[in-house]
């Protein structure tokens, strides 16, 4: 039992480029969730997908499209980087989204854009 | 101790003392508190959680006080070692809106030195 997995786990683009951050959880949940961490501010969701064949916007959507490809994986694309995006992104997953369904969050990508 | 929006403040302690983090939440309807420890290179772990319903929950070595009166929340860590070392971040939730938002605090870096 892995958990929440994230590839890859470092990343440098340069300025257009585009990428795809790969999440996987193995722990049977329907809810899944994209992060990105910035210094000295917390977590700010991106995109969530609240069960399988679903997405929506989170807090910080702008520049991101994601993939809800089954019930285990959920991608997060990044279209056309831009330096603003360098960032630390984590992925998480829970049972549902209720209040008391812990989230459980993978290891991190470490993106740098140029 | 910190507050949901804030700048990162630190806690450095003694190896055996007690350790208290504090986080000041903004949102008075939140009803569900958690604990999160992140140490260096890894991704959030949940420690603890606590209803609105209640004013004190123990774990193991790990107590959270919640005194809605003036919305502050607090973790206690009992004789703290070395491995406690990471950054504390506190998050809310209000089951009555979108119950996937989770609102995290931007954290506090606690340094036990041995």
């Known amino acids: 039992n892995a958990g929440v997995t994230q590839t890859p786990k470092f990343q440098v683009l340069k300025t257009g480029q585009s990428m795809t951050l790969q999440c996987a959880q193995d722990m049977n949940h329907n809810s899944m969730y994209w992060y990105r961490q910035d210094p000295g501010m917390g977590l700010r969701l991106i995109y969530y997908?609240?069960?399988?064949?679903?997405?929506d916007k989170g807090e910080v959507p702008n520049g991101y499209n994601v993939s809800r490809l089954n019930k285990r994986e959920f991608s997060l694309r990044l279209e056309s980087a831009a330096p603003s995006q360098t960032s630390v992104y984590f992925c998480?997953?829970?049972?549902?989204?209720?209040?008391?369904?812990?989230?459980?969050f993978g290891p991190g990508t470490r993106l740098t854009v140029l | 101790g910190e507050s949901v929006g804030l700048h990162l403040p630190t806690l450095s302690v003694q190896e055996g003392d007690n350790s208290i983090i504090n986080c000041a939440y903004s949102n008075s309807a939140s009803d569900y508190f958690i604990w999160y420890k992140q140490e260096s290179g890894k991704g959030p772990q949940f420690i603890i959680d606590i209803r609105s319903n209640m004013d004190k929950r123990q774990g193991q070595r790990v107590t959270v006080l919640l005194n809605k009166t003036v919305k502050h929340l607090s973790l206690q860590i009992a004789a703290t070692q070395p491995g406690d070392s990471a950054v504390y971040f506190c998050?809310?939730?209000?089951?009555?809106?979108?119950?996937?938002?989770?609102?995290f605090g931007k954290g506090t870096l606690l340094t036990v030195n041995p």
């Open positions: 998050a809310e939730k209000w089951s009555g809106g979108s119950n996937y938002k989770l609102t």
């Open positions: 997908s609240a069960s399988e064949g679903t997405t």
């Open positions: 998480a997953s829970s049972v549902w989204g209720r209040a008391a369904d812990t989230q459980y």
